[in-house]
């Protein structure tokens, strides 16, 4: 039996780490959030060059696919590899047959002299890597790419840097994808942003948002658990909430799955509907991935209450809304699943050798 869907979305994705399985052990073991990003993640990003970014989305867009996901808002950094880091994304992404939306994370925590900026010392004007990725940015989107505007987060922009990013999203007719409160050390972002976010924002976790600010919230409980930042309580929020995985792949019914027993831990009386109404809300961002067709292994995939007790799930078959048959019986039509996979490994190696 099996049965059919829309494509999925995934609401937040880091398409650039689907190179980090694997990868050395950082110098030193993160004891906390601030330590997990400073000795794994922006090492990676400042390691990030534009042949490894292209193999590492290709075969993240490749898994998403193999997941009904076909759709996907993602999310980029890496100080040296900025300029056409978005073109990138996209063209890896359209040879699958992903629709995506591409956003570069400006921030200011990298240095003009290329040192990574001292937390203790919040920085006070933008730099030129900041400018650079607002740059970028623009030249996607004003080039006709699908975009937003990304934000980093606010404990590490200057406020400079923040009002530019909003300045040039109103400029474009686009919103701001940003992280926001996702450790305590971003626990003023609320304060920070309250004055420039608009209903087409991102705001992504949301876990120390401490007060409403305007936009959707990308709520991802996989990777809040794996940094253990603590839980977002998404459903007391008046946003429309969303989901996304943070860059932990993009199989949105696992991600759903885990944002149900999440809700469940924290509210015994809670419905996996709730959750489901989440993963649905992704195609107000993304309405294409509506007229996509997913065929699944499963003839209850369309029922939360089924869905969410039922392990082993997967796609089968997915055409686009133009009715092109995008995987076949689990194999993708457009790339080889078996290069990819190769190319990516080789990357890899590249990477983990500049950690």
């Given at each position: 039996?099996?049965?059919?869907?829309?494509?999925?979305?995934?609401?937040?994705?880091?398409?650039?780490?689907?190179?980090?399985?694997?990868?050395?052990?950082?110098?030193?073991?993160?004891?906390?959030?601030?330590?997990?990003?400073?000795?794994?993640?922006?090492?990676?990003?400042?390691?990030?060059?534009?042949?490894?970014?292209?193999?590492?989305?290709?075969?993240?867009?490749?898994?998403?696919?193999?997941?009904?996901?076909?759709?996907?808002?993602?999310?980029?950094?890496?100080?040296?590899?900025?300029?056409?880091?978005?073109?990138v994304i996209a063209d890896?992404?359209?040879?699958?047959?992903?629709?995506?939306?591409?956003?570069?994370?400006?921030?200011?925590?990298?240095?003009?002299?290329?040192?990574?900026?001292?937390?203790?010392?919040?920085?006070?004007?933008?730099?030129?890597?900041?400018?650079?990725?607002?740059?970028?940015?623009?030249?996607?989107?004003?080039?006709?790419?699908?975009?937003?505007?990304?934000?980093?987060?606010?404990?590490?922009?200057?406020?400079?840097?923040?009002?530019?990013?909003?300045?040039?999203?109103?400029?474009?007719?686009?919103?701001?994808?940003?992280?926001?409160?996702?450790?305590?050390?971003?626990?003023?972002?609320?304060?920070?942003?309250?004055?420039?976010?608009?209903?087409?924002?991102?705001?992504?976790?949301?876990?120390?948002?401490?007060?409403?600010?305007?936009?959707?919230?990308?709520?991802?409980?996989?990777?809040?658990?794996?940094?253990?930042?603590?839980?977002?309580?998404?459903?007391?929020?008046?946003?429309?909430?969303?989901?996304?995985?943070?860059?932990?792949?993009?199989?949105?019914?696992?991600?759903?799955?885990?944002?149900?027993?999440?809700?469940?831990?924290?509210?015994?009386t809670a419905s996996p509907?709730?959750?489901?109404?989440?993963?649905?809300?992704?195609?107000?961002?993304?309405?294409?991935?509506?007229?996509?067709?997913?065929?699944?292994?499963?003839?209850?995939?369309?029922?939360?209450?089924?869905?969410?007790?039922?392990?082993?799930?997967?796609?089968?078959?997915?055409?686009?809304?133009?009715?092109?048959?995008?995987?076949?019986?689990?194999?993708?039509?457009?790339?080889?699943?078996?290069?990819?996979?190769?190319k990516a490994a080789e990357?890899?190696?590249?990477?983990?050798?500049?950690?």
């Amino acid at each position: 039996m099996s049965a059919t869907t829309p494509g999925l979305v995934c609401a937040h994705h880091h398409l650039y780490s689907s190179l980090a399985r694997g990868m050395p052990a950082p110098p030193q073991n993160p004891n906390n959030f601030l330590s997990i990003l400073q000795q794994v993640w922006w090492r990676l990003d400042a390691a990030l060059d534009l042949e490894m970014l292209k193999w590492s989305a290709m075969l993240g867009a490749v898994e998403a696919l193999q997941s009904g996901t076909t759709a996907i808002i993602d999310h980029h950094e890496g100080p040296n590899a900025i300029e056409g880091s978005l073109q990138v994304i996209a063209d890896a992404c359209t040879q699958v047959g992903v629709r995506v939306v591409c956003a570069y994370g400006v921030t200011d925590r990298w240095q003009d002299n290329g040192a990574l900026w001292d937390s203790a010392l919040p920085p006070s004007e933008m730099t030129s890597a900041a400018a650079r990725g607002l740059a970028e940015c623009e030249r996607f989107i004003r080039g006709g790419g699908r975009g937003m505007v990304g934000i980093h987060a606010a404990f590490t922009c200057s406020d400079e840097t923040l009002q530019a990013a909003a300045d040039l999203a109103d400029a474009l007719d686009v919103g701001v994808h940003v992280h926001v409160g996702e450790g305590e050390i971003d626990s003023s972002a609320a304060a920070r942003l309250d004055h420039l976010t608009a209903s087409n924002w991102l705001l992504v976790h949301g876990v120390h948002l401490n007060q409403y600010l305007s936009g959707a919230l990308a709520h991802n409980p996989r990777s809040n658990m794996n940094n253990a930042v603590g839980y977002a309580f998404p459903a007391q929020r008046p946003n429309m909430v969303v989901l996304g995985t943070d860059g932990i792949g993009a199989d949105m019914l696992e991600e759903f799955r885990l944002a149900y027993v999440a809700h469940r831990a924290d509210d015994v009386t809670a419905s996996p509907e709730t959750a489901w109404q989440w993963l649905a809300n992704g195609w107000q961002l993304v309405p294409e991935a509506l007229s996509d067709e997913v065929t699944w292994n499963y003839d209850h995939v369309d029922s939360p209450w089924h869905v969410a007790f039922t392990p082993g799930i997967r796609a089968l078959d997915v055409r686009n809304g133009d009715g092109e048959l995008l995987l076949d019986n689990g194999v993708c039509t457009r790339v080889d699943i078996a290069e990819v996979r190769a190319k990516a490994a080789e990357q890899a190696v590249r990477l983990f050798s500049r950690l």
